[in-house]
């Protein structure tokens, strides 16, 4: 720029920064240290995480170089007046506004600028409108223009303190996320820390010949650059199978295009990203693998280090289905495919390592934002060739994952560079680095062979189904295995026969995502089991009710259901009255029924524990396993206690950090407030039990080791899950336009511990599972193994002036033996989703839908 500085006024303050930064946002948050603007994105300005009033007007500040800015006039909401702070704190937290909280205030910039144009006369849709700068993975929006709603009218509800199981208390640090005031990873600072940042691979399949750092290290700021030959203890990290390499060392070879071949670690971020750049790699490219169904038979090996391209197969039996096919009174013969989805969190991945020393040990303190904090632990220490208790690894909440951080992304090289060099080290990745990196929604390619009775009864089901898992194994084995055993709904068929492989190609990684195989599989059910009503001559819901599983009926792979999926037909009765009267206006009506494990199941053994203690100066520290990424589990940990120990909620503080051995396994499969609630109400009846004695850890332990592995020989009523949760959902669509016009989702939850947490949780599912079933897509390049939509506006996720009315009913049908009678509800909200959109839009055109996304070509719309 030839200037020394930059000079502006930020939040009425006049200041002089390095004219560096390559945007406002890295200004502000690297040098300024304000730090409520987000980076989502940075520098594309596709999230709106970072906006900020720029002289008076919302401006997404990553987009703004330096050269328009001085002179003008910056405010944030660290600089807004304490009475607006309030309102808009006050309005979210009792309107259930935020979940994760990371796009919330950007959003709350957005709509303070249109409160000051307009104020009560701002409507919601035109609000929605300005919202199209901006995404949020969570919510759905539902509640955040509620939220900006009782702003505008100066109506702001009054928010209810955090009670007991049941209550609609507020979310744990609502007020601090909705502010920006409670930070994520990249918002912690510490005294002499460093800044790290990844050289990625060129080729997905390729031998590494050499890589020539000199360069980079010749770059002004460097510290070190650090490559595979540096790492002290083992290469390879997974939450499975440890096949995963941290760095391709020299000789080594890469298997996609997330690969990561050396860490740069410098002074500050920009310095270390522009010598990332400088890092030289010779390669001898190699051919890509990339069609699953090929890569099966193909006499080369994907994946380096592994000797076979079938990562896994999951099959089961049940009766006669040849016979029962051949003598239907219907049958249907359909292949569906399913896309690759990106979760698309609103927080890239960051990681913390700081050393320091305890006793006369060295010890390494780690924060992150990972789904398995005990799992990172083990996996870091293994990598640095040190024992567990060398590493601490700290939660920090995250701003959103949907299993997309369970996987380890940077976690071990921060915590590599900061052993290694005995600072603290930061590093956090571009949007770019994280769409490359961490695992994807499997696509899966399904062929499906049903039929039935003259009445609509189902008779036979024989499933055949294909997955794309990428290169590593992640948790693709068992996502594979989720879609076998949920591959008939929640419906009752007499003769199954399943197989679903999970094939290794060089495509991007995929792993855990919101739905795990059961949303892929019933999207392809849901589907035949509408072509067969049509053959009947039923309708959808007709034919759903005729053949809903029911307590003591055989279900899927062999399971005996309890009376927890009385559920199933509760949520279908709770939309039938919607259905008629869609159907009597003359609407386009799309019926989905679905039902999602909560817990690994398996035959896993899943244990989990909760410390409750009370400390000298009457804070009470709740501590348990689980990650908390917008789902809202540090809320239920709280109303838990509040529930159980009657205690004042302000008192209480939520810890999730690996000093104490409570954790096992990944916060997923739905099962954290179902897990945490019940080893955290343990802890409860531990501490009453002892009379709350003070500093002491009153311990809870909550397991379910009953179930049984899918599959398992010689067993023929398997337990494959302790619990499912289960939802019906209706899609109306107008039958001149497609338009799709409302979504009602009617979902058994068990018990809701916070219903407006719950609400919160489906709006978003919906909005997700409308996504994925119209717009989104990442698809990869099949001549390269590289993914091409490298944007979050080229994802195709659904706008809020996109998304349809939602309306949630709530439906409470307790599961015997867990904790309140709880089920969970992370996932379930899209199950249902895509196979209700392809029969409403089957009844606009009479097209039968077989694959995602259904209106790709039609952008970011639900018309």
């Not at 369970?406 to 560079?417: R, T």
């Not at 390619?445 to 794309?468: H, N, Q």
């Not at 509800?825 to 392809?838: H, K, Q, R």
Request: net charge negative.
């Amino acid at each position: 720029m030839g200037t020394e500085s930059v000079s502006f006024t930020v939040n009425g303050c006049p200041v002089s920064v390095s004219p560096r930064h390559p945007h406002l946002l890295s200004a502000l948050r690297d040098e300024l240290n304000i730090t409520s603007p987000k980076d989502g994105c940075s520098p594309s300005g596709q999230c709106g995480c970072c906006t900020v009033l720029i002289d008076g007007k919302a401006v997404v500040s990553c987009q703004q170089p330096l050269t328009k800015i001085a002179g003008a006039s910056i405010t944030t909401l660290e600089g807004f007046a304490d009475e607006d702070r309030q309102k808009f704190a006050s309005a979210f937290a009792a309107c259930g506004g935020l979940q994760c909280g990371f796009c919330i205030p950007g959003i709350v910039v957005r709509a303070k600028a249109q409160i000051d144009k307009k104020g009560a006369a701002l409507a919601p849709a035109d609000m929605a409108r300005h919202l199209g700068a901006h995404l949020c993975r969570c919510t759905g929006y539902v509640k955040i223009l509620e939220a900006i709603d009782a702003v505008a009218k100066n109506q702001i509800p009054t928010p209810d303190p955090c009670g007991g199981i049941g209550s609609r208390g507020i979310k744990y640090e609502a007020h601090e996320l909705t502010l920006g005031d409670r930070g994520y990873v990249d918002d912690l600072r510490f005294p002499g820390m460093l800044h790290a940042a990844l050289h990625l691979t060129a080729h997905a399949r390729a031998d590494i010949v050499s890589i020539d750092a000199s360069a980079a290290m010749a770059h002004p700021g460097v510290v070190t650059v650090l490559t595979a030959a540096d790492i002290p203890g083992d290469l390879r990290v997974g939450i499975i199978y440890k096949d995963w390499p941290v760095m391709i060392p020299v000789g080594g070879r890469t298997s996609y295009a997330g690969d990561v071949l050396a860490v740069v670690v410098a002074t500050d971020r920009i310095a270390a990203r522009e010598a990332a750049e400088l890092v030289k790699v010779e390669y001898s490219p190699l051919r890509p693998i990339t069609d699953p169904a090929s890569a099966l038979t193909d006499s080369e090996i994907a994946v380096w280090g592994t000797d076979d391209n079938v990562l896994s197969k999951s099959t089961y039996r049940r009766g006669d289905v040849d016979r029962a096919l051949a003598t239907a009174a219907h049958s249907v013969t359909e292949t569906f495919r399913t896309q690759r989805i990106e979760h698309a969190f609103l927080e890239p991945e960051s990681t913390v390592a700081v050393p320091a020393v305890r006793g006369e040990r060295r010890h390494l303190h780690v924060y992150s934002g990972g789904q398995g904090i005990w799992d990172d632990r083990n996996d870091i220490a293994r990598v640095l060739g040190i024992d567990n208790e060398s590493v601490t690894v700290e939660l920090v909440t995250n701003g959103g994952a949907f299993g997309g951080k369970e996987d380890m992304s940077n976690q071990a090289h921060a915590a590599l560079a900061a052993w290694l060099l005995d600072v603290p080290v930061k590093c956090t990745l571009s949007r770019e680095e994280s769409l490359r990196i961490h695992a994807k929604r499997h696509p899966i390619s399904m062929t499906y062979e049903a039929a039935c009775d003259a009445s609509g009864k189902l008779t036979a089901l024989r499933v055949r189904a294909i997955g794309d898992s990428g290169a590593y194994a992640s948790v693709g084995m068992k996502v594979l295995e989720r879609m076998a055993g949920h591959a008939s709904g929640p419906y009752e068929v007499p003769n199954i026969d399943v197989e679903a492989i999970a094939a290794r190609t060089n495509n991007p990684v995929c792993g855990a995502f919101r739905g795990f195989g059961a949303n892929q599989a019933q999207f392809a059910m849901e589907g035949v089991l509408d072509r067969l009503a049509e053959s009947v001559g039923i309708s959808g819901w007709e034919i759903r009710k005729r053949n809903v599983i029911r307590p003591g009926r055989v279900w899927g792979p062999g399971q005996i259901m309890d009376d927890g999926c009385l559920g199933a037909e509760l949520c279908l009765d709770a939309v039938k009255d919607d259905y008629d009267a869609a159907r009597s206006a003359g609407k386009a009506v799309g019926v989905g029924l679905g039902l999602k494990n909560s817990g690994l199941g398996n035959g896993f053994k899943e244990i989990t524990r909760a410390v409750v203690r009370f400390n000298g100066d009457g804070s009470i520290e709740v501590r348990h396993g689980w990650t908390e990424m917008g789902q809202g589990i540090n809320t239920v940990a709280l109303q838990v206690a509040v529930e159980e120990l009657g205690v004042d909620p302000t008192k209480v503080k939520v810890i999730v950090d690996t000093t104490r051995e409570l954790g096992l396994g990944q916060t997923t499969g739905s099962r954290g407030t179902l897990m945490g609630a019940g080893a955290v109400r343990a802890a409860c009846i531990a501490a009453r039990d002892a009379d709350c004695a003070p500093n002491v850890d009153h311990m809870g332990e909550y397991r379910v080791d009953w179930t049984t592995k899918l599959g398992e020989p010689g067993v023929e009523n398997p337990i494959i899950h302790s619990t499912f949760g289960y939802a019906a959902q209706l899609v109306i669509a107008d039958k001149s336009t497609g338009k799709i016009e409302r979504v009602i989702a009617a979902h058994d939850v068990g018990r809701a511990v916070n219903p407006t947490l719950c609400e919160g949780q489906i709006e978003g599912s919906v909005h997700m599972g409308l996504g994925y079933a119209l717009t989104e897509d990442f698809p990869a390049d099949p001549d390269t193994g590289f993914p091409t939509n490298m944007t979050l506006r080229s994802l195709g996720i659904l706008r809020a002036k996109d998304v349809p009315t939602i309306d949630v009913v709530l439906v409470e049908s307790p599961q015997p033996n867990s904790p309140y009678g709880i089920k969970g509800v992370g996932e379930i909200g899209l199950v249902p989703t895509a196979g209700a959109v392809a029969a409403a839009l089957h009844e606009v055109d009479g097209s039968w839908r077989t694959q995602l996304p259904m209106r790709r070509d039609n952008g970011d719309e639900t018309e």
